[in-house]
């Protein structure tokens, strides 16, 4: 009998021995198709989905390579009707297609007439199609090219995008690569992002989105629209085209709260898009200002609700969506897949580690007792104050106050939710705080000295978890966070990741209440870098860090 490290079972659940040798070969082959669900010491869960699989296939990976995998690795045989499923649910992408018609414009064709038949008759496509032109071929307003792709992916028959984008005004953009070079996994990206048209690129925090974004860019040569979280990002991105591009100040506008400025490249802030008075998004007008060829979606994940209706007008346009994890806490993986485009590249951090262009981690959660009193009042609380109390727990401080004495030569970050728990910890550590009633201009100057060290600790509020350069950042502290998000755990840790100039490694502590729902929510957390080959390791509060717990 083998002895893999997976166990697969008929009901789509992949359990993986951690502790096996070939437990990291294993997560490597299955991560492009299967979810990390449960990631405890010892037994991580994973779970196979249509829309895993889906896009494993857009990202050119077939069932026989899924097969392989789970074959491979088994334990055991693997159930035969699984194997079926995944065989059929693959085939499932592809059966309709989006294409080009020389008369009729837009066309869903199907490679199959039933497949046609079958979507035809559900009332969700009520209004999305217009006449049939022959028994495998439909026509199709342009107007609803994102909505149908919408709605045939809850149907279970995602359609190939294929109709083409248009090229939109040409502007010229080159790469400056005289003091420089792409990486390997850089050029591979832009590759598989052009290759495909439209598609969403997944690489580690710190491995240089941005510069594969200017690299879509020059390949492109059109007006781009680049669409970020906030207006430090919008700035940093400016800064950076700037420097690896042909491109000058008066090319790069900037459309934020702060100003309005529209050129051949514009970079626009997710929260000014979806600004609404009197019930109208007043800024629209800015996807119509240009005929873009090229929009770019800085941390994709992140997307607000709004955009993805926006999003489903744009589908003419080749679209880049650009994140370190494809994870939402709101399930709207789908839209991404369907308004954005299928995921095109993911490169795994330990494999952007083991190439020394990320710093490795250690990752460890400090877990303190609440004393009776702060139990009792926890245990009486009302269940929607629960993680605050926990989180908040004023144990928490001196913790923090130990990590940060045990890091006296690094830059270290102390990173949380609540606005109180940090002014208190700034208080402490005698340290800025950073939160969003911090003016861009303090903030991009208090940015500057932590990044030339003048500041060695900085407290920051849920406004840095996205999109900050701060490369010699070596050690972070995360007291609390938004409950169990999995993609903020996963930009925390990006904030120190940056490869260190003597290649020392990152330390990543969260601070945690012991039996309380805090430690809950950190678990969930952890699922994603668990999947990315990152152990947590437990130490109690007052134990040395250098030590295990």
């Known amino acids: 009998m083998t002895t893999g490290p997976l166990i697969v079972q008929s009901d789509k659940t992949l359990l993986l021995e951690v ?4 437990a990291g070969a294993c997560r490597r082959a299955i991560a492009p198709f299967a979810e990390l669900e449960r990631a405890p010491e010892h037994i991580h869960t994973y779970r196979l989905t249509p829309l895993g699989l889906w896009n494993a296939r857009a990202a050119g990976f077939d069932a026989e390579h899924v097969v392989d995998a789970l074959i491979t690795y ?3 045989p693997v159930p035969h009707s699984l194997l079926v499923d995944v065989a059929e649910t693959m085939s499932r992408y592809g059966r309709l297609q989006l294409v080009a018609h020389p008369t009729h414009g837009l066309v869903l064709h199907a490679v199959e007439v039933a497949v046609l038949t079958e979507v035809l008759r559900s009332k969700r496509m009520a209004g999305l199609v217009g006449e049939r032109i022959d028994e495998v071929s439909v026509a199709v307003h342009p107007s609803q090219r994102g909505h149908l792709k919408q709605v045939l992916v809850k149907l279970g028959w995602p359609a190939e995008d294929l109709a083409g984008y248009v090229d939109g005004e040409a502007h010229a953009i080159g790469l400056v690569t005289d003091t420089w070079a792409l990486r390997p996994y850089q050029e591979e990206a832009v590759e598989g992002f052009w290759h495909g048209g439209s598609g969403v690129v997944v690489l580690p925090c710190g491995a240089g989105k941005t510069i594969v974004g200017a690299a879509a860019m020059a390949r492109a040569e059109a007006t781009t629209l680049i669409l970020v979280t906030n207006t430090v990002s919008a700035r940093q991105w400016r800064d950076e085209l700037l420097r690896r591009t042909t491109l000058t100040e008066d090319e790069i506008g900037e459309y934020s709260g702060a100003r309005k400025e529209i050129r051949p490249v514009t970079i626009a802030t997710y929260q000014v898009l979806t600004t609404r008075r009197k019930g109208v998004y007043t800024h629209l007008d800015l996807l119509d200002a240009r005929d873009w060829g090229l929009i770019l979606y800085d941390e994709v994940h992140l997307l607000p609700a709004p955009i993805f209706r926006m999003t489903a007008d744009l589908q003419a346009r080749r679209r880049l969506g650009l994140t370190a994890t494809l994870v939402r806490e709101d399930g709207r993986e789908d839209e991404v897949f369907s308004l954005i485009g299928p995921k095109r590249y993911d490169a795994p951090w330990k494999d952007i580690e083991a190439q020394g262009y990320i710093a490795p981690a250690d990752c460890v959660e400090v877990r303190l007792d609440l004393p009776q009193g702060e139990r009792m009042v926890y245990a009486s609380a009302e269940p929607e ?3 605050r109390l926990a989180a908040s727990a004023p144990g928490k ?16 970050l102390v990173i949380g939710q609540y606005i109180d728990q940090l002014e208190e910890l700034s208080g402490h550590l005698e340290a800025p705080l950073i939160t969003g009633a911090t003016t861009v201009k303090q903030r991009q100057e208090l940015f500057e000295e932590f990044r030339t060290g003048r500041i060695r600790v900085l407290v920051v509020s ?8 701060l490369p010699e950042a070596a050690v972070a502290i995360q007291v609390s ?6 993609q903020e755990e996963a930009q925390r840790l990006g904030r120190i990741m940056r490869p260190k100039k003597d290649g020392r490694t990152a330390h990543f502590y969260t601070v945690v209440a012991r039996d309380t729902v805090d430690a809950d929510f950190a678990a969930h957390r952890q699922r994603f870098l668990a999947e990315q080959g990152y152990a947590y390791r437990i130490m109690d509060a007052g ?4 030590q295990p717990g």
């Open 19 to 22: 502790d096996h040798p070939d």
């Open 543 to 546: 134990t040395s860090p250098g």
């Open 481 to 486: 966070g938004t409950f169990g998000s999995r």
């Open 462 to 469: 849920k406004v840095a978890n996205f999109s900050i350069d």
């Open 385 to 387: 104050e629960k993680y």
């Open 397 to 412: 401080v001196r913790v923090v106050e130990q990590l940060v004495a045990a890091h006296p030569h690094d830059q270290v």
């Open 74 to 76: 088994s334990r055991y």
